[in-house]
C-alpha cells in the first residue's frame, strides 16, 4: 500500500494599507473644515450678514487669516451691505489644492515597500 505525504506550507500575510490612510483622512479633514469656514465667510458676505451677530464676526474673525493672503487680487465688488469677495474664492481653491498635495505627499512619503512574495 501507498501513502501519499504532501507538503504543504502556509504563508501568512499582512493585510494592511501601503500607505498611512489616517494621515491621509487627517489632512482632508483639516482641508475640509477651512474650506467649509471659507464658505461660510463667503456667503455670510454675499449675504449681507450683520456683523452685531457674534457668530458673524467669530467667523470673520477666525478666517481672516486664511482670507488675508489673497487680498487684492481682484476687486472687491459691494452693492450696498452686500459684498463679493472673490479672494474667499481664490483662499477656497488654493486651500484645496494644498490639501490635495499634502494628501498625495503623506501617500508618497509613507507608503512601504512590496511585500516579498
Do not use: C
Request: proline share 3%.
Amino acid at each position: 500500500m501507498e501513502q501519499s505525504r504532501e507538503n504543504s506550507t502556509t504563508t501568512v500575510t499582512t493585510d494592511r494599507p501601503a500607505y498611512s490612510l489616517r494621515a491621509e483622512q487627517a489632512v482632508w479633514l483639516l482641508t475640509g473644515i477651512v474650506d467649509a469656514l471659507l464658505i461660510i465667510r463667503f456667503l455670510f458676505k454675499l449675504l449681507a450678514a450683520s456683523t452685531q451677530a457674534s457668530f458673524v464676526t467669530f467667523i470673520y474673525d477666525l478666517t481672516q487669516v486664511f482670507v488675508a493672503p489673497f487680498h487684492g487680487i481682484f476687486n472687491t465688488a459691494a452693492n450696498g451691505r452686500n459684498v463679493f469677495e472673490p479672494e474667499s474664492l481664490v483662499a477656497i481653491a488654493i486651500y484645496s489644492l494644498i490639501g490635495w498635495g499634502l494628501a498625495a505627499l503623506v501617500r508618497v512619503v509613507t507608503r512601504g515597500s512590496a511585500p516579498a512574495r
